[in-house]
């Protein structure tokens, strides 16, 4: 083989080398994905790894629409947007739960799968302090976040209907 040839074989190499390590290097935003029953299953696409997870509710369509067009489903807020979803939410306290899962393990969210109100061995419920999370109601419109680290994240929303756990899109959320 002449060097010519060898010399080719190896920028093609070098290349898709360079190609594959800039792929998986890519951040992907951390979005739950919620589907299943009541209680619905949250898993995960992206990158990141779990910091924190929320869910909060319930709201009816009209708050979530007035929540969502503040935020545009991202997960950082400015101090503004904060009051202005304290309007929305009125004196209600819309938290349903908190876990925190500690450093106690990696927790990719690409292998995560958590059913509402089961705690994943190595997490720490945060809210409620004791026993489980109200339930979910037929009907009302709920949100879920999870804050990660080596990516961003995105919030997401669903209902439940049917006793079935349905996701909303960003379409239906900002018309």
């Known amino acids: 083989m002449s060097a010519a040839k060898v010399h080719k074989r190896m920028q093609i190499w070098a290349i898709s080398l360079f190609i594959i390590t800039t792929v998986n290097g890519c951040e992907v935003d951390t979005k739950p994905i919620v589907s299943g ?3 619905p299953i949250i898993e995960f696409d992206g990158t990141g790894g779990l910091l924190q997870l ?8 009209e ?3 007035r929540s969502y067009k503040i935020t545009r489903g991202e997960g950082s807020i400015t ?3 904060g ?10 306290g819309h938290s349903l739960w908190q876990l925190d899962p500690g450093t106690s393990r990696n927790w990719n969210v690409s292998t995560l799968s958590i059913t509402y109100g ?4 190595g997490c720490k419920q945060v809210y409620p302090a004791n026993g489980k999370p109200e339930p979910l ?3 009302k419109f709920y949100q879920v976040a999870a804050p990660s ?3 961003n994240f995105k919030t997401g929303y669903f209902t439940i209907k049917n006793n079935k756990a349905v996701t909303l899109t960003d379409e239906e959320l900002g018309n």
């Open 79 to 81: 101090a503004e947007q």
């Open 63 to 65: 708050q979530l629409k």
């Open 37 to 39: 029953g009541n209680p």
């Open 118 to 121: 089961i705690v994943p061995e």
């Open 137 to 139: 109601i037929e009907g």
């Open 149 to 151: 680290y080596n990516a």
């Open 83 to 92: 009051k202005e979803l304290d309007k929305i939410s009125g004196d209600k």
């Open 54 to 61: 929320y869910v909060y509710g319930p709201f009816t369509l």
